[in-house]
């Protein structure tokens, strides 16, 4: 259970599962213990002058995707869902050893993708869902759309950008096969369990191979989603030339979807903090600055007018990102324009306009 105070973090409320019951200064029930807090339900709170409300629990991710597009892009709401349902249809198939049929989960990727793509603000938003329950499924689609924008901004052919998206949907579906206390483990790995992580994209691979022959693009974005271009990574330590378009595509989508996402061990961080990552992982020689730089800048573009809640409680609206410096941007607060470095403040993540919106 967490105490939220409204006024400063009412962002931190929003989505999550009431742990009391709520009561006004005259002793009326205003929400009842289990209530998935709302925009409404913020408003409410002000009026009846609550300060603080105790939560624990995150609404679904469903729930949540429904709660922030409230009917705006109903098509791409229904997408996911049939999406999240079909790849969480797929992954039980291969946890339990049989038969794959991948079929209706790529083509729905498809009408996925191509609602993600012609809205960039979906993509933004979807770095605001919270709370680590089926991240395997959530990070699997997120991984996908990811992967499809870096392919596309990279000039594929739609086909291969939907393959590559693909590739991305279906990257982890090795780790089905690996053992739960060890790709949930929250300690670091040990050498032994570390091996065995290692062979997920191999495991991967494999198991798409038992639905029939594996397109190229979505064949490498499996295997090689872990190698590095200095050669630091597995299965194989491919480096370099060596690497397949689509492994250093989805290798991105990766880390910057992970870094950004709850995790059952790990709290997500900001996404600005996902790119700062992702950037000096490029710069370091790990990830690929052909496909990187292009999804980098893409991202500053798109998180530039974005709110964001900073680390005082107070709420602000990105002016200008510092490629240099990800996480410490030019702010508008209030009427005030100043810049994050140097200032003792973070960004703790992109606001939801839901929480001060009347």
């Known amino acids: 259970m967490e105490w939220v105070y409204i006024h ?17 200064k005259h002793k009326t029930l205003l929400l009842k213990e289990g209530t998935v807090v709302t925009a409404a339900h913020i408003q409410l709170l002000f009026q009846h002058g609550i300060s603080r409300i105790a939560v624990g629990g995150q609404a679904s991710v469903l729930e949540q995707l429904e709660q922030k597009w409230e009917g705006r892009y109903s098509r791409f709401v229904q997408a996911y869902r049939q999406q999240f349902e079909e790849i969480k249809r797929v992954f039980a198939a291969a946890a339990d050893g049989t038969d794959i049929d991948l079929t209706a989960c790529s083509d729905q990727f498809e009408q996925l993708a191509e609602e993600a793509l012609a809205s960039g603000s979906m993509l933004v938003v979807l770095q605001q869902l919270q709370g680590h329950s089926d991240y395997t499924y959530r990070h699997s689609i997120h991984v996908g759309m990811l992967s499809a924008l870096i392919a596309r901004l990279a000039d594929f052919p739609h086909d291969l950008v939907m ?3 693909k590739a991305g949907l279906y990257h982890d579906i090795g780790k089905l096969q690996i053992a739960k206390e060890i790709i949930q483990k929250p300690a ?6 570390f091996e065995k992580m290692k062979q997920h994209p191999q495991l991967g691979v494999a198991l798409l191979k038992k639905n029939g022959e594996v397109p190229r693009m979505i064949h490498d974005g499996v295997l090689d989603h872990h190698e590095r271009v ?7 330590g491919l480096q370099g030339e060596d690497l397949s378009a689509a492994g250093l ?19 997500k961080s900001s996404p600005f903090r996902a790119l700062r990552i992702v950037t000096e992982d490029i710069f370091s020689g790990k990830l690929s600055s052909r496909f990187g730089l292009p999804f980098t800048a893409q991202m500053l573009q ?6 964001v809640y900073l ?11 510092f490629p240099d410096d990800l996480e410490h941007p030019l702010v508008l607060v209030g009427q005030d324009a100043f810049n994050l470095r140097g200032s003792g ?14």
Not at 9 to 21: N, T, V, Y
Not at 230 to 236: F, L
Not at 302 to 307: H, S
């Open 8 to 24: 400063r973090h009412a962002c931190r409320a929003l989505d999550c599962k009431l742990a009391e019951d709520v009561y006004s």
């Open 163 to 165: 393959e590559i998206g």
């Open 188 to 193: 670091k790995l040990t050498p032994e369990e």
């Open 230 to 236: 200095d050669g630091s990574g597995y299965p194989r």
């Open 249 to 267: 595509i989805v290798a991105v989508a990766d880390v910057f979807d992970a870094v950004s996402s709850d995790r059952s061990y790990q709290k």
């Open 302 to 307: 798109l998180y530039t007018g974005a709110d």
């Open 311 to 321: 680390s005082d409680g107070r709420l602000g609206t990105i002016i200008q990102l």
């Open 345 to 358: 403040l973070a960004i703790l993540d992109v606001a939801d306009r839901r929480s001060w919106e009347k």
